[in-house]
Structure formats: structure tokens, C-alpha cells
């Protein structure tokens, strides 16, 4: 079996159990209590920039856990906001749920959207590598866009969609360079809220400055039943055709404790 995952046996109030870091005091998501956030000066007109090249997309694998689209970093770029250096873009993915009312990691006071797109950069500029930088407490930089359920399909996310049949399994991947606009991936506003804590899965490293859009995204009930189809096993598991479908893969709010937690934008 999985050696962790979100179900009843192996999900996150397990984590801690194998994963002591899951424990600490800067995990993420967290619950954005907009009452809480402050907008001080620290970041007024320091917009988020971030700049993609369309082609930077090479490869969807299925990490048992979901999706992930890989990219070429080189030509990417992720400044401002609450960055000191430039970040360059690693991956990006998705977290969802059973059902619309829940998917989202980053809850907005107490509300859940249906699912929640994460890209993941890492600080290129003070460290080597990926994996160096994820071991440090500036070392990546995650952009969280809340998706909610709408009535049409969400185009660029078609191209990712139209790829989910070859990777049901766990391990299976599909080298596709697809041409992605990134724009259509971003809400329009820039606004945002910001706060320093960890990836959201073992090892929950404490290394994630969060930067997490206010303005949603919209994709349809069919993509995402899309997303659910995945399969959490291997093709080689034989298990029953319901079994192991990765319905859900999101981890629940952990508390903010004394971070202070930042908003910028109009
Ligand atoms: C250090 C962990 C890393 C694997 N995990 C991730 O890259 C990751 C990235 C983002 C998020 S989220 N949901 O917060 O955006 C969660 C996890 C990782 C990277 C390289 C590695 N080499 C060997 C092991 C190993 C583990
Ligand atoms: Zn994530």
C-alpha cells in the first residue's frame, strides 16, 4: 500500500507518524481568515511578475498522488510580490475532492473551492537545485489559484484534460510538448494573499513561500470528474475497476499560529 495518501489509513493525520515534519509550525494550506490579513506597506504595488514561455510544458505524469505537468525552468520567471530573487517555474499541478463542495487546500474563511492549481518554483538564483532548494526556508515559491465550478470548459486546462486517459496509472506518463497559455491559467487580478509555510504533501518541508491568488479560476464538473478517473496504483495492482481512483487529494487546514499573513492588491 501507499505509504502515505489521503485515505482513512495512510491520509494526513497520519503524515506525522512517518513525517515528523508535518508536525511543525509553518505547515500549509492554511485557512486565509481575511480578517487577519494584513495589508501593510511591505508590499504595496510590489505586483507578482511571473513570465512563461507557452512551450515550457514537456511532460504529464501520474505521481499516484495526481497529476503533475513537468516544465522546463530556463526561460521562466517568478518575481516580486513578496520574492527577493527570481524563482524559476519546476512543475505545476492540482489538488481536488470527492465532491465540489471541498478540493481546495487553501480555504478562504472556512470556504472551499472545488480545486486548487499549485505551480512550483524554486529560488535559482541562491541554490542549485530543485531538491537543495526545498530543503530551505526561502527555496520555493508556490502560486496557489483557487478553480471553481463553472459552466464551460476551461480551454488551456483541455490540453492537460485530453492527456488524463494515458496516465490513469500510477507511474505512467505522457511526454507531450503542449503549448500552454499561462495567462488562461491565472486569474486576472493580481491580488493576493501571502504567507511563509511548507508543501502540502510528505515531507512537508517548511520551505514554501505561498503566494495565493483571491480571484478564482473556473473549469467544468465534467473536467474535473476527469481528474477523479486518475488511479492512485500502479496498472500492475489488479484491483477492482472502482478501487483506487483518486477521488480525492487534498490536505485540510493547519493553523496559521503567529505567521502573519500578508495581502496585496487592488
Ligand atoms: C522535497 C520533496 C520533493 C517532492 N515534493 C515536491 O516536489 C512537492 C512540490 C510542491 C508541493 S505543494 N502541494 O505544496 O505545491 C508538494 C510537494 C522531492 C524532490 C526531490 C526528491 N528527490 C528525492 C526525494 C525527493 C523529494
Ligand atoms: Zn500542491
Known sequence: SLDWGYTDDNGP???AEKYPLAAGARQSPVDIDTSKATSDNS???REIDWSYPSNCSYRIVNTGYGWRVDTYGD???LSGGPLSEVYKLEQFHCHWGATNDEGSEHTVDGKSYAAELHLVHWNSEKYSSFKEAASQPDGLA????FMEIGNADNAELEKIISLIPKIIHKGQ???ASFDLDFGSLLP???HYWTYLGSLTTPPCNECVIWTVFKEPITISERQLEVFRS???VGEEDAIEPEEG???KNYRPPLPLGNRVLRECGP
Not at 142 to 145: H, N, R, T
Open 142 to 145: 508556490v502560486l496557489g489559484v
Open 75 to 77: 526561460d521562466t520567471a
Open 173 to 175: 506518463d505522457s511526454q
Open 13 to 15: 493525520s497520519t503524515w
Open 230 to 232: 486518475l488511479k492512485s
Open 188 to 190: 486576472e487580478s493580481k
Open 43 to 45: 508590499l504595496v504595488d
Open 245 to 247: 481512483k483518486l477521488v
